[in-house]
């Protein structure tokens, strides 16, 4: 063996054992800053009484979006999800309904409830949520085709220990 490759392999092994060194370092600060600013540890939420959730009709598809830990609909910790949406058990719904593109219609029947999203206008859907259970949510877009990513699911969950871990 040469000394050039003898070099080169020491200068290798070097390199490898200061990036772990550091890497490990690095995690550790960063599981320490985590922990003490508590974003490793469950907080809990409190109780919400009511909540706001935009509902956009897209490409025959449902997007929710929902308020983030600031409980402000429209910053930057907003949560999304798509074709289904999940509320918090015993609050007040009140879901904003529009349409990026078509005339939609947005049906909960097992609670009687029906509205459209139509582009260009807002339409609110107003009602109580019960105790955990899910529902179906049934959505047409009046084309004559049906589109399975209509439909969807209700998730009413418990706020004390389901609903934030949707």
């Not at 050039?4 to 320490?32: C, D, H, P, T, W």
């Not at 085709?145 to 009413?156: P, Q, R, S």
Request: proline share 3%; hydrophobic share 40%; net charge negative.
């Amino acid at each position: 063996m040469s000394d050039s490759e003898f070099n080169l392999s020491q200068l290798i092994r070097n390199l490898a054992l200061q990036s772990s060194y550091v890497g490990k370092r690095l995690i550790v600060a960063l599981l320490s800053a985590a922990l003490f600013s508590g974003c490793a540890i469950h907080q809990p939420q409190d109780r919400l009484d009511s909540i706001v959730i935009e509902v956009t009709g897209d490409e025959f598809n449902w997007y929710f979006r929902y308020p983030g830990f600031d409980g402000v609909l429209g910053t930057g910790d907003d949560q999304y999800s798509v074709q289904n949406v999940f509320l918090p058990d015993n609050s007040k719904v009140n879901l904003k309904l529009k349409s990026n593109d078509y005339v939609y219609s947005f049906a909960l029947p097992e609670l009687g409830l029906e509205e459209i999203a139509v582009p260009g206008l807002s339409f609110e859907l107003l009602f109580t949520t019960g105790d955990e259970q899910t529902l179906q949510l049934l959505g047409d877009q009046f084309c004559g085709f049906a589109h399975e990513t209509l439909i969807g699911k209700v998730y009413v969950r418990d706020q004390d220990d389901a609903y934030y871990g949707w």
